[in-house]
């Protein structure tokens, strides 16, 4: 028997993995490519072809070749090893516990051929009769569980298998009261279920009449887990490294008639709502996207997608669909629809927008505690900041539009817990999108984190409307460096305000220690000519919300008044151009 290290030797980690990431040199002795255990743009995953290792700089996995197949595959190590000892021509030992799943991937492989065997007559013409080709018939390896109590189970005996093993597998049921066995599937066709790396783990059986139950899965088993199996992935998931969205249907026979028709992205849950299990799988493998083909109307699909679970729409781009005929899947296709599968495909309901929307229908956004009460609703699909859940950064700018909240006041909002429980009405005004002055505090706050001193060019009487900005520059003053004003604030709810514009005025880049220090030469320079320009704007604004509150006094004034007024707004607006001015001479 062969030894991890012999495996080890006759393979090449950069071929290993090279059949799941594309790899380009990166140096002598070192690959590198995207990551394949999280979502990147540019490559932070390198392979070390000398020292037989991987590493990735973004997520931080590493490890050898046979932990790289654990994770690709999403495998314990028993199964990994066996893998790369079929691939490397080694045969190894089963370790202790694992002998028993090969038992029951044998015996399944054992029951599939028995119900091979019997696929004809009624059960073969009741698959042509459905449109289904014997091509298809036989890529699926449909069979047919022949009538009678005990044929596979003698069956069995004849080539010495024994009751506990089948029982074991799900293929024969027990009485509790008499303790006879007797076979679980009779009278059916068989739809043989793999797992996604095409290991037969258990059977679907469907009658050929109208007897209850129409459908029988097998039981849970060592191998057979409903909530994390997908029927018909192992042969989906050939076009997930290539960006193919997966449509998950609700039958066995959606699925079949979808591939046979070229849809070959279609699989079945069985029995189950998707769950985070098969979210998980579905992210190693690489989907990105995921439609919700069912056999229902607008409000059902609705419902889907209310009940959808949170981890799905964070990993995926969802969306829920039915086919326009208000057939399943197979029967639009067989009766030659297979445009209008094509345009369910392409249309539906957007899991993002539907969530926004459902909200916004139960809440409204005419008053405070409606848009309080829809912000809270959105807020578990919100709050991931990873800029690569294109999800949850959707739902925000589309809450930010119907909500008129600015994205900076959302995100700050998201990232502070205490403002979560207490979303006052005062919170909710200052996260609107009102006048570009607040836009305008944010930015001369900006540059003073650039370089506090330059706080002594203030003259203390800028009316501040941003009530974080107006905090931070009572505290900042004296201070000496940016830490000494973050300080100040440490575990309060504008710290999170303070860090983001630090990076933001200090955003350098990957760049060398002296071209940094040239950047950060220009950086402190444009800060000192910035705070007299962001002020003499922020002047410029206050000036002009003067001028317009005086023409709106106007309308309703007496001839007198309205003179003096107008007076007033001639002042206001030579002023406004003397501020232009002095912009301009500063230019």
Excluded at 201 to 228: A, Q
Excluded at 427 to 447: F, K, P
Excluded at 578 to 583: F, L, Q, S, T, V
């Amino acid at each position: 028997m062969g030894t991890k290290e012999d495996v080890r030797s006759r393979l090449n980690i950069a071929e290993v993995v090279g059949e799941y990431v594309r790899l380009s040199p990166a140096g002598k002795g070192r690959l590198k490519g995207l990551c394949p255990f999280h979502k990147e743009k540019s490559p932070s995953f390198q392979v070390d072809t000398e020292q037989g290792y991987f590493y990735c700089f973004g997520c931080k996995a590493g490890g050898d070749l046979f932990s790289f197949v654990q994770r690709a595959e999403n495998l314990s190590f028993g199964d990994a090893l066996r893998k790369l000892a079929e691939k490397a021509g080694v045969q190894v030992e089963a370790k202790y516990g694992e002998r028993g799943n090969r038992d029951l991937y044998e015996v399944n492989a054992f029951a599939l051929g028995y119900f091979r065997e019997h696929l004809g007559g009624p059960a073969l013409d009741y698959l042509r009769r459905r449109g289904l080709s014997d091509a298809t018939t036989e890529a699926f390896e449909l069979g047919y569980a022949p009538e009678g109590w005990d044929g596979l189970l003698g069956r069995a005996r004849s080539r010495g298998l024994s009751e506990r093993q089948l029982l074991e597998a799900g293929l024969l049921t027990e009485n509790p009261e008499s303790g006879r066995v007797y076979d679980r599937f009779r009278g059916r066709v068989m739809f043989p279920i793999r797992d996604h790396l095409g290991r037969l783990v258990g059977f679907g059986g469907r009658v050929l009449d109208d007897s209850k139950p129409k459908y029988l899965n097998t039981p849970e088993t060592e191998v057979f887990k409903k909530g994390e199996l997908l029927y018909g992935l192992d042969k989906a998931r050939a076009g997930l490294s290539g960006g193919a969205e997966l449509v998950v249907v609700e039958g066995y026979m959606d699925v079949i008639a979808m591939h046979q028709h070229g849809f070959t992205g279609a699989v079945a849950s069985l029995g189950t709502a998707l769950t985070a299990e098969h979210a998980t799988l579905l992210e190693r493998l690489g989907a990105t996207r995921l439609t919700l083909m069912f056999d229902r109307d607008e409000a059902g699909l609705r419902a889907t997608l209310a009940g959808l679970d949170q981890v799905l729409g964070a990993k995926f781009r969802v969306r829920a669909t039915s086919v326009p005929s208000g057939k399943d899947p197979a029967d639009a296709l067989f009766a030659g629809d297979e445009e209008g599968l094509r345009t369910a495909l392409s249309s539906g309901l957007d899991e993002v927008q539907y969530r926004v929307q459902a909200a916004v229908e139960a809440h409204g956004t005419e008053t405070s505690e409606g848009r309080r009460r829809v912000l809270m609703a959105l807020l578990p699909r919100m709050q991931n900041l990873d800029p690569l859940d294109e999800g949850a950064e959707q739902m925000r700018t589309i809450a930010c539009h119907r909500l008129g909240i600015k994205p900076e006041a959302l995100l700050e909002w998201i990232g502070s817990k205490a403002k979560r429980r207490t979303l006052t009405d005062t919170h909710l005004a200052g996260m609107s999108a009102v006048r570009a002055e607040e836009d305008r505090e944010l930015a001369l706050l900006r540059q003073l984190l650039v370089d506090p001193s330059l706080l002594a060019k203030l003259d203390g009487t800028t009316p501040w409307r941003n009530e974080a900005v107006r905090r931070v520059m009572l505290a900042a003053q004296g201070a000496r460096s940016p830490d000494d004003i973050l300080e100040v604030f440490r575990g309060q709810p504008e710290e999170q305000l303070l860090i983001r514009l630090m990076f933001e005025g200090r955003d350098t880049g990957a760049i060398s220690r002296t071209a940094n220090e040239l950047y950060e030469q220009k950086v402190n320079a444009y800060a000192a000519a910035a705070v007299d320009d962001i002020q003499i704007g922020i002047s410029i604004d206050s000036l002009r919300a003067e001028v317009d509150l005086l023409k709106r006094q106007v309308a309703g004034a007496s001839p007198g008044e309205q003179m003096a007024l107008l007076r007033q707004i001639g002042e206001l607006q030579r002023a406004i151009e003397a501020e232009k001015r002095g912009r301009r001479a500063h230019a």
